[in-house]
């Protein structure tokens, strides 16, 4: 068939219909730098990023460093804040080391890969994050795709393998719901069938566990040996980056065999430097770790949601796609900024607003948060 004069991509046309049609089309807001609207959407869960000693954290490694890391970490681009941040979090968290990667998505994809790989078998909640989702079908080994939070099927998978090796994989807060990985029952299973246990904290760190030591603390798993963990730096720590934190053999490991950490630019400065002392402000204030689960207990409440939050995100279903992006140009409307989550970030049918409490939100902020959700979510 000829196809001269047909441009290569003119499909984009026919997709971008499907999308509008759908309720699916996506589009870019820029924020300005302080936002007049109260933000209920931003995964800035302990108030942090505006914080004055993590800006200065910031500004303090930019002098000193300079504006980039200038290269790998392999090659220029590692430097003693690097390091001391890596050991400033192991210590917190309760592992043996730490690396970091420059965001929380290549650490995922580092830590899936380089710990997986041809002739291995990955197990992984149906739920997890798109990183752990693309590092699963970038690690060439045998994927399995479990339930959300289906023990059962995990060790009926795990039992039945014939692999050496195996790897599971779990967020341990799940970013689109906000509920929790039965990590203790997970980990039980993980060891008696001889498997890895790689956990994302993205949402776990700085909420949930011992002043916000994340999950792996609340559930005793801390330090576990056959325990891997990956978290995000711009989250709960306000900045951003990404860290994979274990026992030192593993970080030896993806020094040697992670290309998202070989190949990549190490994380600038300013960025190191934020989240370091972000840390420190957690460190000291442990009080916003239980500040965050208290707000969005509140805000469940005003919505009518009926559980309890186990984490700062607050999920409130409305179905359809554009009810969803409705109801979040409603609240921007009158001042609150919601987050808005449509497939295929969340299963067809179940089109959210998603809601996220912040450690720092006042008094009047929440006062303002009932007003306007109130109105917004009334029956019409």
Known sequence: MTRVGLSPLAWLDEVEAQRRAAGLRRSLRARRPVGAEL????NDYLGLSQHPRVIDGG?????????GSTGSRLVTGNTELH???EDALAGFVGAESALV??????ANLGAVVALSGPGSLLVSDAY?????????????????????NDVAAVERV???????????????????????????????????????MIVDEAHGLGVRGDGGRGLLDEAGLAGAPDVVMTTTLSKALGSQGGVVLGPAGVRAHLIDAARTFIFDTGLAPAAVGAAHAALQVLVDEPWRAQRVLDHAATLAEICGVVDVPSSAVVSVILGD?????????????????????RPPTVPAGTSRLRLTARASLTDDEMTLARQVLTEVLAPA
């Open 39 to 42: 933000d209920l959407a931003s």
């Open 59 to 67: 500004i303090t490694a930019l002098r000193t460093w300079g504006a």
């Open 83 to 85: 390091e001391e941040f």
């Open 101 to 106: 990667f420059s965001s929380g998505y290549t």
């Open 128 to 148: 997890t994050h798109a990183s752990l989702v693309d590092a699963c079908r970038l690690s060439r080994a045998r994927v399995a795709v479990t339930s959300h």
């Open 158 to 196: 795990l039992a039945g393998r014939d692999e050496e090796r195996a790897v599971f994989v779990t967020d341990s807060v799940f970013s689109a719901d906000g509920d929790l990985a039965p990590l203790r029952e997970l980990h039980a299973v993980c060891r008696r069938h001889g498997a890895l």
């Open 321 to 341: 796609p554009e009810v969803a992006v409705a109801a979040a140009a409603a609240c921007l409307d009158h001042g609150v900024r919601a987050g808005c989550f």
